[in-house]
């Protein structure tokens, strides 16, 4: 979150946080949670960032692994977030691209097979 205001609003219940308040997140990025049905911060970390990036993927609205990234940085810690560059290189990159790697084999298998 952006400041101490914002942050003090929020725990006494008087402001909603929003995804654009969230750290790596903004206006854009926003806009393209809500073309998967995400539009608050509450539904975001309902999901996860995995789930959420597969699915940005699936969508063909996410090209980068910077949004994996990104939406990882933004839930970790819960709301303060760490900077999408410190993911991209720290411990958790390899256990978020397996379970991104995971997440789209199960769900590859479990989609409806074409009849040949």
Request: charge should be positive; glycine fraction near 6%; avoid cysteine.
């Amino acid at each position: 979150m952006r400041n101490q205001k914002v942050r003090q609003r929020i725990a006494a219940g008087k402001m909603r946080l929003r995804i654009r308040d969230l750290r790596n997140l903004g206006p854009r990025s926003e806009q393209l949670l809500a073309e998967i049905g995400i539009y608050s911060a509450a539904q975001l970390r309902e999901r996860g960032a995995v789930r959420t990036y597969v699915q940005l993927k699936r969508a063909g609205v996410a090209h980068s692994l910077n949004m994996l990234w990104a939406l990882a940085g933004a839930m970790e810690p819960w709301p303060e977030g760490r900077h999408w560059r410190e993911v991209s290189r720290g411990d958790t990159r390899l256990s978020l691209l397996l379970a991104v790697e995971d997440l789209e084999q199960t769900l590859a298998s479990a989609a409806p097979r074409q009849p040949n």
